[in-house]
């Protein structure tokens, strides 16, 4: 979750008039989040733990499957969600791969009077803090308990105590995405059905918040959620979710979105219904060519399942997509024949659209992804523009292009000269060599793989930053002369490679990525620099971004931070 910024902030103000239209708005909300009932709470005597998990059923075997050859690279394997909707389910097409090996195992519900010892002392420790009932309170306690919770691993009861009360407090707190991080955080130790505890939560918690940074977070993990439940098949979860998330959604912008995915999802629940018949059909005839189509489709863009619905789509009588499978299939290994792959994919997604179109387009980030490595010279950049183009398309809101008041209300800011200026925030920089003058994230975040972007205008050093656990990692562009670019990491030398800033009177763009141990930025779609991280990044990891310039005038717009 995006952090919620500093209240007291000097700055704060001249950014209010901008907010209060919209504030106002969600204020409405405030009583609500302080009226829900609290029985069942685990601040309360009659608290109920989470329930254990309940058996998987195997998925069915609609017809016996030949091997099929291997993907270039296949999809890492997805842990099997379960289904919080008793309703019936679409069954499986393809059983699922051979298990290479047995997952950790997860600890059993700690015994009641284990659990009961912790609340008291829990109760006891947090005394102060359980005393404030605002929502504020609540969320600052969230986020607290969940930070402890990772702290006391080798204490089960209190580490599921400080996770259940961490999500109790989010749903109190009107906190949703602290929510599902610390049901998130239990269900990977203990026991736990962690969709079903999410979407339950959220059904009975009010989203309104009284702060527009937690009313946006709130529409992404909500978003999330419901992606989360679509893949376990509980439209009906998915859709009352969104329901309720566009109610509470802060501006009109995020209204449209989450409606137009209450369809997408509404579109993939008949999906799902109608691909039942050719399910059975494929039973009896599994070279049926249009049922093998038909749920090929159905897995490949509604469910995301490539490893089970390509070789249906190569046995289709989709002229195109059968062709796109078959290479998929291939197995080639030629950068070149990747690229041709994705290029492939971006083709046909311009004739389609909805969640089809979106699921090819990122398919096609991904071959790009595994082609570039190996690219040089003109092609690579070609390549790198490509998939630059589709990444500014699919950031969808767990990446959306903020309004200047919520970047406004998100970041801290070093002096009294930023103002709210049309789509764009402008100001004086501070100097470039100091971290407490550049323009940080109010609240640290907890990401391991993430990508932020930006667009900026100043007339020399247009910096990006980022700190991981307190680490800053930077990258200036035009630093030394305005034909240098500086990368630094704190505990590696600083490097210097070319690049200057393009334009002092136009909008650059900066991007950065950090996963598998590194961090890329990019500078107008172009990979400018890497940086490998000093240390790991983990599941407990706090990052803050930045940006800045050096003592001269600075514009800042259509700044994003996507959660991979």
Partial sequence: MIGQPNEASDTGHFFRSGATALAVCMLLGISMSQCIARAGSIFDDNWTPPAPMKPVAPPVDTHETKPSPTPIKPDSAKPETSKPDASPKTPAVVPPAPSTGAPPARRAIPDPLAQAKSRKLFKGIYAKELADHSAAARRELAAKLLAQAASISDAPADEFVLLAAATDAGREGSDLGVLCKAADAMADVYDVDGLRLKSDRAMKMTLRSDSLAVAADNCRAGLKLADELVVAEDYTSASRILQSLRSAAPDTTLRSEISARIKDIDAQRIAAEHVVGQIQKLKTTPDDPAANLAVGKYL?????????????????????????????????????????????????????????????????????????????????????????????????????????????????????????????????????????????????????????????????????????????????????????????????????????VKSASEFDSIKVTVEDGKMTFFYDGVVAATEELVTPITKTSMVKVGFSSNGTSISIKNVYILER
């Avoid at 041709?340 to 398919?363: C, E, F, V």
């Avoid at 789509?423 to 993430?450: K, P, V």
């Avoid at 020399?460 to 030394?480: K, L, N």
């Fill in 300 to 500: 490949c863009f509604v469910k995301d399942d490539w490893a089970a619905g390509l070789p249906l789509l190569a046995k289709s009588a989709d002229v195109a997509l059968k062709s796109i499978a078959q290479q998929e299939l291939s197995a080639a290994s030629d950068a070149h024949a990747i690229v041709s792959l994705a290029d492939a994919w971006i083709a046909l997604a311009a004739k389609t659209n909805g969640t089809a179109q979106t699921r090819m387009q990122r398919r096609a980030v991904k071959w790009y992804d595994e082609a570039l490595p190996s690219l040089t010279g003109l092609e690579k950049v070609s390549v790198e523009r490509k998939r630059g183009s589709l990444m500014a398309n699919l950031t969808g809101f767990n990446g959306h292009r903020m309004l200047p008041e919520e970047v406004a209300g998100r970041f801290t800011f070093p002096n009294k000269t930023f103002r709210i200026n049309g789509d764009t925030i402008t100001g004086e920089a501070g100097n470039c060599d100091t971290l407490a003058d550049y323009i940080w994230l109010g609240r640290a975040e907890n990401m391991q793989s993430f990508e932020f972007g930006f667009d900026i205008k100043a007339k020399w050093d247009h910096i990006a930053a980022v700190q991981i656990d307190g680490r800053p990692y930077t990258f200036s562009r035009g630093h030394w002369g305005n034909g240098d670019t500086k990368v630094w990491a704190q505990g590696h030398p600083e490097r210097h490679v070319p690049g200057k």
